[in-house]
């Protein structure tokens, strides 16, 4: 059987630290973010990791953040937009439990993503197409992967989370 945790998943800007802080209060489980677990573990933050150490480095880190989380023990899982690039993360995905996929359309995750200069594989010299690029490569692995997929565009996280809530069934 798998695993009981909520597992958030979904390209940057879609919300899912934010919608992961609500889902902790609400639940009372307690929340674990890949990209947090990564940076402590270095002592950076994942702009600086990327910046120094490389992508593939961080992607090794990511992998093993993931791995340490225990399937059996209900939790709030955050993962980064690239968790699902990896086949053995995806794996690992499918069994802590339900995966979230959040999404929103491709104007309001520019809006939101534009709003910092923090992620690395935006640094480029035409970010929208970058960020264009990436979702046609990603959509597809978000989708495979997910069991429930919200469209975070135009409502609260408050309102993201009731509704992660209801669609399995906890609220
Ligand atoms: C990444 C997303 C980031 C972070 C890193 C790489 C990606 O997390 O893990 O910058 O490859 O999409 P968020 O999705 O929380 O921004």
Redesign the pocket.
């Known amino acids: 059987m798998s695993g009981q945790s909520i597992v958030l998943i979904g390209f940057?800007g879609t919300g899912?630290?934010s919608t992961g802080r609500v889902l902790a209060r609400l639940t009372g489980l307690p929340r674990f973010d890949t990209?947090e677990m990564v940076s402590t573990r270095f002592g950076l933050p994942?702009s600086e990791i990327f910046a120094k150490f490389g992508e593939e480095k961080f992607r090794d880190a990511e992998t093993e953040a993931l791995a340490q989380l225990a399937d059996g023990a209900p939790a709030i899982v955050v993962t980064?937009?690239?968790i699902v690039l990896r086949g053995e993360n995806v794996k690992k995905l499918r069994a802590l439990g339900r995966v979230v996929c959040l999404e929103a359309d491709e104007e309001t995750l520019f809006r939101r993503i534009s709003r910092r200069a923090t992620?690395?594989?935006l640094q480029t010299e035409n970010p929208r197409a970058t960020m264009v690029e990436l979702l046609r490569v990603r959509e597809p692995l978000y989708r495979g992967v997910a069991d429930v997929r919200i469209d975070t565009s135009s409502v609260s996280h408050d309102e993201v989370a009731d509704a992660i809530l209801k669609s399995i069934g906890q609220l």
């Open positions: 940057m899912k630290s990209d994942v980064g937009g690239g992620r690395p594989l």
